[in-house]
């Protein structure tokens, strides 16, 4: 019997996740028990799998999104909207759960903190060089942070101070709600402990692109919108992405010309970036790859941005980037 008010909500988001749903609803039931309890709701965006009978053999409240434009933000609004704990425990459905990580983000929550969110890492760092590389993408010192990602803890009053996730968002809606919670005044915690287990999923190059394009469709996206507020979010990003990508298609360019000279220029930034991110890990190779990958992705997050502009320009609304 669940309780009328429970501490916790766990708000799961998904879309055609399937074997992953089902992992992700295994681990919220091995989860450590927490003082008052928890709910479960998932949250469906038109799955055309059978995600919904998965999440209702797990005794998991499930709302349906309408079919039409459904965006991780829609869904987030629509789990924490109907859900009854102090705070929302808000995870993707191709996640798993860190047993502990309930218990301890609660502990590490002082009155003036919204957010706490622990360490994603990858579920199989070691499947290819995408995982390998993509997996120290989140990786991030812990304390005081500016933003969350997806899997996050926060106070359901912080959420109801900002009105929830911008609906009219198709990627960086986290960060948005992030800024908007600082700008009241509201702190997000990243604390050094594990949370959960990611399964990327990503085998061929379209789907690198296609992730860091919309990653690239964010900066711009956010960039715009945030330009006249208090606390701006990722114009600094957007405009050194603009300048690397460049930089990088002319050093590609001039291969015709000199292509030693190109390859010892290649060469020397990746190794320079590996460096800089050694404290991510000891191993040399996921370095060494890191540090191509930290380039490399300059072209389609810029190729994004330019999405975003062309979209804005012709006054068009783009729907879901999937890049499962």
């Given at each position: 019997m669940l309780p009328v008010s429970p501490k916790i909500s766990i708000v799961i988001i998904g879309r055609n996740e399937g074997v992953r749903l089902e992992r992700c609803l295994a681990s919220v039931a091995a989860m450590l028990p927490v003082e008052g309890g928890h709910e479960t709701i998932y949250v469906d965006s038109a799955s055309t799998d059978n995600s919904v009978s998965i999440a209702q053999s797990f005794h998991a409240r499930v709302i349906a999104l309408d079919p039409q434009r459904p965006t991780a933000a829609k869904a987030r609004n629509a789990g924490w909207q109907a859900a009854h704990g102090d705070w929302i425990l808000f995870l993707d459905g191709d996640t798993t759960l860190d047993p502990h990580f309930s218990r301890l983000a609660l502990a590490s929550a002082?009155?003036?903190?919204?957010?706490?969110?622990?360490?994603?890492?990858?579920?199989?760092?070691?499947?290819?060089?995408?995982?390998?590389?993509?997996?120290?993408?989140?990786?991030?010192?812990?304390?005081?942070?500016?933003?969350?990602?997806?899997?996050?803890l926060i106070r359901r009053e912080a959420l109801v101070a900002v009105n929830g996730f911008d609906a009219s968002l198709i990627a960086g809606e986290e960060p948005e709600m992030c800024a908007r919670l600082r700008e009241l005044g509201y702190k997000i915690r990243?604390?050094?402990?594990?949370?959960?287990?990611?399964?990327?999923?990503?085998?061929?190059?379209?789907?690198?692109?296609?992730?860091?394009?919309?990653?690239?469709?964010?900066y711009a996206q956010m960039s715009w919108r945030t330009r006249d507020r208090t606390v701006q979010l990722w114009a600094t990003e957007a405009q050194g992405n603009a300048i690397r990508a460049m930089a990088i298609l002319m050093l590609l360019a001039s291969a015709y010309v000199a292509p030693i000279l190109a390859l010892v220029l290649l060469t020397a930034l990746t190794l320079r970036s590996a460096y800089r991110s050694r404290w991510k890990t000891n191993d040399w190779f996921s370095l060494l790859c890191y540090g191509a990958h930290s380039h490399l992705q300059q072209l389609p997050i810029f190729a994004g941005q330019l999405a975003f502009w062309c979209d804005l320009a012709q006054d068009r609304r783009r729907g879901l980037i999937e890049y499962k």
């Open positions: 002082t009155p003036e903190v919204a957010v706490v969110w622990g360490h994603r890492r990858e579920m199989f760092p070691d499947a290819n060089v995408f995982h390998r590389v993509l997996d120290l993408d989140w990786v991030y010192a812990p304390g005081l942070t500016e933003f969350c990602g997806g899997d996050a990243h604390i050094d402990t594990a949370m959960t287990r990611h399964d990327l999923a990503i085998t061929r190059w379209s789907q690198y692109w296609r992730r860091a394009s919309r990653a690239g469709y964010a």
